[in-house]
């Protein structure tokens, strides 16, 4: 009789773990995040925002220390961070971790190839002065997934840059298009996530820019910019 308590007492508490936040892994290294269903902000408080930052940090080789490589994003600096936007209609946060495109800062992009089997997160706001205590991804739905080998296109087959604007080229049109813009010291500097057609850009500082466009989180293009 004691062992069937504690067996619901079990399951009670997983579906309270996996109710107000949840992770669920795609293929080729992608994780769908959804957050605050049933209004349930037990585990951080958004207290009105309609955006949540995800800070992140991971092992890849938790097994063996002397392969590890630690990924970790940068505190400071929102702007490189995943973030989980409220759905009015699905009344909660939704988003996606992309492993193969998620550029941490120092250590980079985490090769293709290489198997996550679990890592850390904190959901916090965007100043970073509130936020969560330290989860762990396998707590909340995650399993093991493996980054994907991007397949690498001709930059001038998928955009172009002309006067201040970046365009995506017509037969790109109806794929998934996410840019990531980079200085030469490989800071982020813009992200935009499923753009439509094209993003203005005559408001950044003159200088030299990398931008890599992902395309389905499948194949990239890399085009250095002068602006």
Known sequence: MKKIALLIIAIAF???SFGQLSLTSQT????????????DYSLYDPQGDTQIYIYMWIDT????PALSTMYNDDWNDATGLVVLNYDSNA?????????NTHNFSGEGIIPDGTQINDFNLILRNQAGNRQSADLLATNYGFQPTTTAGLIELSASDVLYFTKGQLFINPEYLQQKIDIQLFNLEGKLVLQKNNLIKTLNLSNLTKDIYIIKVTIDNQKYAVKKIVL
């Open 14 to 16: 997983a579906q309270f």
């Open 91 to 99: 009344q909660k946060f939704t988003g996606t971790i992309d492993f």
């Open 61 to 64: 080789n938790q097994t063996n």
């Open 28 to 39: 080729n290294g992608t994780v769908s995040v959804e957050y605050g269903a049933n209004n």
